[in-house]
């Protein structure tokens, strides 16, 4: 198993995997996980909007991708259907989902209901 270190408050979107999802989990207290794919428009679109969020948000908010052809396991587990899907945890445990791309306000302020 790869052992990827998580850094304390990263300013950009980490990478996560089927392997590595969990362990990243347990260490934020408050994360989002961005589940997407290349082939998708929406997805293309949200990449930046995550990016500004997690550098604006750094120490408040983490956020991630995971890259759902890549890792099946977790879109399975999670019962990922349509993406983007921003799967939201909160002290280890998966409080909400956010389908679909949108603003970086609205976006923020849905995410806001899971803090």
Not at 15 to 37: G, H
Not at 86 to 103: E, N, Q, Y
Request: charged share 30%.
């Amino acid at each position: 198993m790869g052992e990827e270190k998580f850094v304390e408050n990263p300013d950009y979107p980490i990478e996560l995997s089927d392997d590595t999802i969990s362990e990243a989990v347990k260490k934020y207290p408050f994360i989002v996980v961005d589940c997407w794919a290349e082939w998708c428009g929406p997805c293309r679109m949200l990449g930046p909007v995550i990016e500004s969020l997690a550098k604006k948000h750094q120490g408040e908010i983490v956020f991630a991708k995971l890259d759902v052809e890549k890792n099946s396991q977790t879109a399975a587990e999670y019962g990922i259907r349509s993406i983007p899907n921003l799967l939201v945890f909160k002290d280890g445990t998966k409080v909400g989902d956010i389908v679909g791309a949108m603003p970086e306000d609205k976006l923020l302020e849905r995410i806001r209901t899971f803090k």
